[in-house]
T-cell receptor, first 113, second 114 residues
Framework: GAGVSQTPSNKVTEKGKYVELRCDPI?????LYWYRQSLGQGPEFLIY????????DSGLPNDRFFAVRPEGSVSTLKIQRTERGDSAVYLC???????????FGPGTRLLVL | GQNIDQPTEMTATEGAIVQINCTYQTSGFNGLFWYQQHAGEAPTFLSYNVLDGLEEKGRFSSFLSRSKGYSYLLLKELQMKDSASYLCAVMGPEAAGGSYIPTFGRGTSLIVHP
């Protein structure tokens, strides 16, 4: 079956702009995670959804970052007033339920100029 | 929180065996994952250990000792395509909202040469 998909695969934007990154999880997976990965680092947790609600957003670095999952499937990560330090690969992962193996999407490479 | 340590880089020869170690400290433990990540690609799941011992899956095996806070990933009959980063991730205690958030190490870059 289809895996986790993310769009766009690459995004170049200017400092101060707003961006939206989309994640389409594996069908039937109730748990969805967003991570950020910088070069030479492991994925860093941002936010976790169980169904439609953000069950844990403790990893969001500041209030410029926000994510939604209105229907319990597709999720959108939103970054306002982007900064150069936001440049990274943003990974989405889903799992059937919490505490099970996570399956990652290909990521969105964000570059803020 | 969790603290995870793994070597930054390792090199090995095609056909050989390599062991990638991971040590961790955590206030609660709910499993340890190994992922493989090729450059520019997403991490792909390799193994999951929650009980002590060795789990074997083809050319790859993973070992866990909870009392020592230690795991290793063993790769046998190395192939050039095994050149990748190997990420160790520890699932810690239950967090807010009933979540279980894995903490990833920085990854070990494995270079396989002919």
């Amino acid at each position: 079956g289809a895996g986790v998909s993310q769009t766009p695969s690459n995004k170049v934007t200017e400092k101060g702009k707003y961006v939206e990154l989309r994640c389409d999880p594996i069908s039937g997976h109730t748990a969805l995670y967003w991570y950020r990965q910088s070069l030479g680092q492991g994925p860093e947790f941002l936010i976790y959804f169980q169904g439609t609600g953000a069950a844990d957003d403790s990893g969001l670095p500041n209030d410029r970052f926000f994510a939604v999952r209105p229907e319990g499937s597709v999720s959108t990560l939103k970054i306002q007033r982007t900064e150069r330090g936001d440049s990274a690969v943003y990974l989405c992962a889903s799992s059937p339920t919490v505490r099970e193996t996570q399956y990652f999407g290909p990521g969105t490479r964000l570059l803020v100029l | 929180g969790q603290n995870i340590d793994q070597p930054t880089e390792m090199t090995a020869t095609e056909g050989a065996i390599v062991q990638i170690n991971c040590t961790y400290q955590t206030s609660g433990f709910n499993g340890l994952f190994w992922y493989q990540q090729h450059a520019g690609e997403a991490p792909t799941f390799l193994s999951y250990n929650v009980l002590d011992g060795l789990e074997e899956k083809g050319r790859f095996s993973s070992f866990l000792s909870r009392s020592k806070g230690y795991s290793y990933l063993l790769l046998k009959e190395l192939q050039m395509k095994d050149s990748a980063s190997y990420l160790c991730a520890v699932m810690g205690p239950e967090a807010a909202g009933g979540s279980y958030i894995p903490t990833f190490g920085r990854g070990t870059s494995l270079i396989v040469h002919p």
